[in-house]
C-alpha cells in the first residue's frame, strides 16, 4: 500500500536546523510531489511547501522563506525538510504528504514528527 | 497569501446531518479537498475534486460548491465522525501555493 513514513521526534535548541525525513514506499515515488505541512500545538495545518519528487522543483510557503529547504534522494525514495534558525514558535508536528494528484488532493500523509525546540 | 475561512466549530446529534463550509477567493478556479484530522492523528483525506471520496471513506461524506464557497456533508454522523475538518485549495495569489482553511471542530452529541 501507498506510504510516507517519516523520522522520530527531535528536541533542539533555539538558532539550530533540524532535518526530518520523509520514506515513500508502494507507488513510483517520482511520479509525484511531496508537501510539507506543520500544526502547531492547539493550532491549524499551515503549508509549508511542496516538492517535485522527479525534477527537485520546489516551491515554498512566503513565511518560511530563506529558513526552508527540500530536497530528495531518489535512489531510496525519501524526502527531507530542512528548517534552519528554530525558534520556540517552530514547535510543532512536522507531516510529509503525497501531492500531484489530478486533483490536487494531498494523499497519503505521513504519521508525523514531533520537532520541540528549547533551550 | 489568500485565506480559506471556515466555521470554528459545529455540534450534530448522532445521526443527523451536519454541513462544513469553507469560503475563499481562490475556490472560484481550483479544487477544494477535505481533511479529517482526529485527536493525536495525521490528517485522513474525505473529499477531493468535485465531489470524490477516496477507498474506504463512507458514503456519508460528501462534497459540494459554488462560486467562491465549499461545502463538506455529513448526513447521519457517527461518533466517530468527531474530529477537525480542513479544507485545502491553491492559493489565489498564485497558482504555485497551497493554503489549508482555518478548521472546524466538529462534536457529534
Known amino acids: 500500500q501507498v506510504q510516507l513514513v517519516q523520522s522520530g521526534a527531535e528536541v533542539k535548541k533555539p538558532g539550530a536546523s533540524v532535518k526530518v525525513s520523509c520514506k515513500a514506499s508502494g507507488y513510483t515515488f517520482t511520479g509525484y510531489y511531496i508537501h510539507w505541512v506543520r500544526q502547531a500545538p492547539g493550532q491549524r495545518l499551515e503549508w509549508m511547501g511542496w516538492m517535485n519528487a522527479n525534477s527537485g522543483g520546489k516551491v515554498y510557503a512566503q513565511q518560511f522563506q530563506g529558513r526552508v529547504t527540500m530536497t530528495r534522494d531518489t535512489s531510496i525514495s525519501t524526502a527531507y525538510l530542512e528548517l534552519s534558525g528554530l525558534r520556540g514558535d517552530d514547535t510543532a508536528i512536522y507531516y510529509c504528504?503525497?501531492?500531484?494528484?489530478?486533483?490536487?488532493?494531498?494523499?497519503?500523509w505521513g504519521q508525523g514528527t514531533l520537532v520541540t525546540v528549547s533551550s | 497569501s489568500s485565506e480559506l475561512t471556515q466555521d470554528p466549530a459545529v455540534s450534530v446529534a448522532l445521526g443527523q446531518t451536519v454541513r462544513i463550509t469553507c469560503q475563499g477567493d481562490?475556490?472560484?478556479?481550483?479544487?477544494v479537498s477535505w481533511y479529517q484530522q482526529k485527536a493525536g492523528q495525521a490528517p485522513v483525506l474525505v473529499i477531493f475534486g468535485k465531489n470524490n471520496r477516496p477507498s474506504g471513506i463512507p458514503d456519508r461524506f460528501s462534497g459540494s460548491g459554488s462560486g467562491n464557497t465549499a461545502s463538506l456533508t455529513i448526513t447521519g454522523a457517527q461518533a466517530e465522525d468527531e474530529a477537525d475538518y480542513y479544507c485545502?485549495?491553491?492559493?489565489?495569489?498564485?497558482?504555485?501555493?497551497?493554503?489549508f482553511g482555518t478548521g472546524t471542530k466538529v462534536t457529534v452529541l
Open positions: 504528504a503525497r501531492g500531484g494528484g489530478p486533483w490536487d488532493e494531498i494523499d497519503p
Open positions: 485545502n485549495s491553491r492559493d489565489s495569489s498564485g497558482n504555485l501555493l497551497y493554503v
Open positions: 481562490s475556490l472560484r478556479s481550483h479544487y
